[in-house]
């Protein structure tokens, strides 16, 4: 089995194969990054294909070639965030509004706590979302990341009208992707983050804890009266969730 998550900035995979994880990929989503993909795939063997996918069209579509180039006759399934699943259920109303990456974050942390969550993905963007320990979603906060200016936040979030009402600064989680957006605060102000966290720990329990992923987890800042763990393949966890949840018998 392979599991895909095409992100902004990079493309993640994981080859399964009776119960153990056999082979994995980073690749950062530059010019040739579809022709690096190819040659991983040159090592995988397998018929299901499970995939999460961010960006878009453009990035689906080479992904998909990648697979046809190496004529892998595997069965593919794109994955999407439903109203609720596997213990979890989304704050958004509209539940498939909600990332994908989002969801399957969420999933993760249901599988690796069962206390009251904020779980944090400091990538591209920083997606910041609130978890309680009976699968209640809270909602969340959608901010620059660290390193990305407005202009390419605003290309990340390209489905988002930046003009709509909701777009403030936010005391309370977001429930749609307008009313997460943070962007009405100083870009030099580096410790936004770790306030909007401290407050939000507020709204959980006392014991809540505090799991981080993304390529810049290590600068998510701790916070002494809570647990922190960092786990890099969060989304990863989130998807075999799913799966193993819906099928026992799928790895």
Same mark, same amino acid.
């Given at each position: 089995?392979?599991?895909?998550?095409?992100?902004?900035?990079?493309?993640?995979?994981?080859?399964?194969?009776?119960?153990?994880?056999?082979?994995?990929?980073?690749?950062?989503?530059?010019?040739?990054?579809?022709?690096?993909?190819?040659?991983?795939?040159?090592?995988?063997?397998?018929?299901?294909?499970?995939?999460?996918?961010?960006?878009?069209?453009?990035?689906?579509?080479?992904?998909?070639?990648?697979?046809?180039?190496?004529?892998?006759?595997?069965?593919?399934?794109?994955?999407?965030?439903?109203?609720?699943?596997?213990?979890?259920?989304?704050?958004?109303?509209?539940?498939?509004?909600?990332?994908?990456?989002?969801?399957?974050?969420? !999933?993760? $942390?249901? +599988?690796?706590?069962?206390?009251?969550? @904020?779980?944090? #993905?400091? &990538?591209?963007?920083?997606?910041? *979302?609130?978890?309680?320990?009976?699968?209640?979603?809270?909602?969340?906060?959608?901010?620059?990341?660290?390193?990305?200016?407005?202009?390419?936040?605003?290309?990340?979030?390209?489905?988002?009208?930046?003009?709509?009402?909701?777009?403030?600064?936010?005391? !309370?989680? $977001?429930? +749609?992707?307008?009313?997460?957006?943070? @962007?009405?605060? #100083?870009? &030099?102000?580096?410790?936004?983050? *770790?306030?909007?966290?401290?407050?939000?720990?507020?709204?959980?329990?006392?014991?809540?804890?505090?799991?981080?992923?993304?390529?810049?987890?290590?600068?998510?800042?701790?916070?002494?009266?809570?647990?922190?763990?960092?786990?890099?393949?969060?989304?990863?966890?989130?998807?075999?969730?799913?799966?193993?949840?819906?099928?026992?018998?799928?790895?």
């Amino acid at each position: 089995m392979l599991l895909v998550d095409i992100g902004n900035t990079s493309l993640k995979a994981q080859w399964w194969q009776s119960g153990s994880l056999q082979s994995s990929a980073a690749i950062n989503i530059s010019s040739g990054w579809d022709n690096i993909f190819s040659a991983y795939l040159a090592h995988v063997v397998a018929s299901e294909c499970y995939y999460a996918c961010v960006p878009g069209s453009l990035a689906e579509n080479k992904f998909h070639r990648c697979l046809d180039d190496k004529v892998m006759s595997l069965n593919r399934h794109k994955l999407a965030s439903p109203k609720r699943g596997n213990g979890v259920v989304s704050a958004y109303p509209e539940a498939q509004r909600l990332g994908v990456d989002r969801w399957l974050a969420l !999933l993760g $942390g249901a +599988s690796v706590t069962n206390q009251d969550a @904020i779980i944090v #993905d400091a &990538g591209s963007a920083i997606t910041v *979302d609130l978890l309680r320990k009976d699968g209640q979603h809270l909602g969340g906060a959608i901010l620059p990341g660290f390193n990305t200016s407005i202009t390419r936040f605003r290309e990340i979030l390209s489905v988002a009208d930046f003009n709509h009402a909701e777009i403030s600064e936010n005391e !309370l989680p $977001g429930c +749609s992707t307008e009313s997460c957006i943070h @962007i009405n605060y #100083d870009s &030099g102000d580096s410790n936004y983050l *770790d306030r909007l966290i401290e407050r939000w720990f507020g709204l959980l329990s006392s014991n809540a804890v505090l799991v981080v992923s993304g390529g810049d987890a290590g600068r998510v800042i701790k916070h002494p009266d809570h647990d922190y763990q960092i786990i890099p393949d969060l989304v990863f966890r989130g998807m075999r969730r799913q799966l193993e949840l819906g099928n026992e018998n799928i790895f």
